[in-house]
């Protein structure tokens, strides 16, 4: 059974923009934690930003010092989906982007109960 969906990949010139999307199809989602991952060929998965609820409609949201500033995560829970708005993108921001749902522990640590299939971001030079 399919958790999770990421759309809104595709590619872009450095100092482009992109909007990832990750919704779940079953409108099943935790409602709690999420985060966004990505992993580039021969490298491993890395932490790009996560939010977790702290209390009714507000969450916390921490982002990788590689992309503060660049990057925003938000969500919309009418909707179940969880975005990430990616801004000035570089090269080296090129890779396949996952969205991850419920996390086992920190939302910086890739130990999570679900994860998309990935969408592919790629910036050229």
């Known amino acids: 059974q399919v958790h999770l969906v990421e759309s809104g990949g595709g590619s872009v010139q450095a100092g482009g923009s992109l909007r990832l999307s990750c919704r779940t199809p079953g409108g099943t989602f935790s409602h709690n934690a999420m985060g966004w991952f990505r992993q580039a060929p021969g490298k491993a998965r890395e932490f790009v930003a996560g939010?977790?609820?702290?209390?009714?409609?507000?969450?916390?949201?921490d982002y990788a010092d590689s992309v503060k500033g660049r990057f925003t995560i938000s969500r919309n829970n009418v909707v179940d989906t969880v975005y990430l708005q990616m801004n000035s993108l570089k090269p080296e921001d090129t890779a396949l982007y996952y969205c991850a749902d419920a996390p086992r522990g920190a939302i910086r640590d890739p130990e999570y109960d679900y994860w998309g299939q990935g969408t592919q971001v790629t910036v050229s030079s």
């Open positions: 939010m977790r609820r702290v209390a009714e409609n507000e969450y916390y949201s």
